[in-house]
């Protein structure tokens, strides 16, 4: 999970007391320590949308170039062929 925030300045806002508020920094960093080891979800937390954007760009990349299927032939293959 990407999220565009700072850890930091998430709890910061969330320990501001505000009475409609039903959630504290320390349930968000609960959860965020939790969900790698329940269900194997990363939380990354990027500090701002551009950092956010590149950060997924660069995890689907990976993925990519790790996991993909190396026989298929891509979309993006065949454009460079000047094949549709």
């Given at each position: 999970?990407?999220?565009?925030?700072?850890?930091?300045?998430?709890?910061?806002?969330?320990?501001?007391?505000?009475?409609?508020?039903?959630?504290?920094?320390?349930?968000?960093?609960?959860?965020?320590?939790?969900?790698?080891?329940?269900?194997?979800?990363?939380?990354?937390?990027?500090?701002?949308?551009?950092?956010?954007?590149?950060l997924?760009?660069?995890?689907?990349?990976?993925?990519?170039?790790?996991?993909?299927?190396?026989?298929?032939?891509?979309?993006?293959?065949?454009?460079?062929?000047?094949?549709?």
């Amino acid at each position: 999970m990407i999220v565009e925030g700072c850890l930091a300045a998430i709890c910061e806002a969330l320990d501001d007391p505000q009475p409609e508020r039903k959630i504290r920094s320390d349930t968000v960093v609960g959860i965020a320590a939790a969900w790698p080891i329940r269900y194997g979800v990363h939380w990354c937390f990027a500090g701002n949308r551009v950092t956010a954007e590149r950060l997924a760009f660069r995890f689907l990349l990976k993925w990519w170039q790790e996991k993909a299927d190396p026989e298929r032939e891509w979309e993006v293959d065949r454009e460079e062929k000047g094949g549709r």
